[in-house]
């Protein structure tokens, strides 16, 4: 399958990018290019795959895992997770705002321990229930 998108307003990033596409199983190795500003998608096999490789090469994102410091708890530190997937150009900037972060237990699975984390509309969750020091 092969994609043409006219840029018209858009503006994309140079080059090209072969993107494994992990929406499914299948995982069709997906072209990317920008042609003079159009962008050229190939080697898809479903709309799903067409817009999740067009999204890897734009503007990528992740969900972020990683741990926060527990002042009082059972362990050291708690895993938590990003409720949505974050840009990659700030996934370090996000890191080092958890790193300044220490959290009192108990902490419920699922609790929002960062609100709305670098103004990302994004909450830090935690992955595991953690109950206080005895
Ligand atoms: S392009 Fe479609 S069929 Fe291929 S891996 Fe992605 S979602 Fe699956």
Known sequence: ??????????????GYKDIRCIVCPTGCLVHVENLNGELIIEGHSCKRGEEYAKEE???PKRILTTTIRIENGFLPLIPVRSDKPIPKDKLE???KEIAHKQIEAPIKMGDILI????????NIIASRDLIEKQ
Do not use: R
């Not at 609100?115 to 994004?122: A, Q, R, T």
């Open 115 to 122: 609100e709305n984390v670098l103004g990302l509309d994004i």
């Open 93 to 95: 900037e996000t890191l």
């Open 1 to 14: 399958m092969s994609v043409k998108t006219n840029g018209n307003e858009q503006e994309f990033p140079e």
């Open 57 to 59: 090469f734009i503007a």
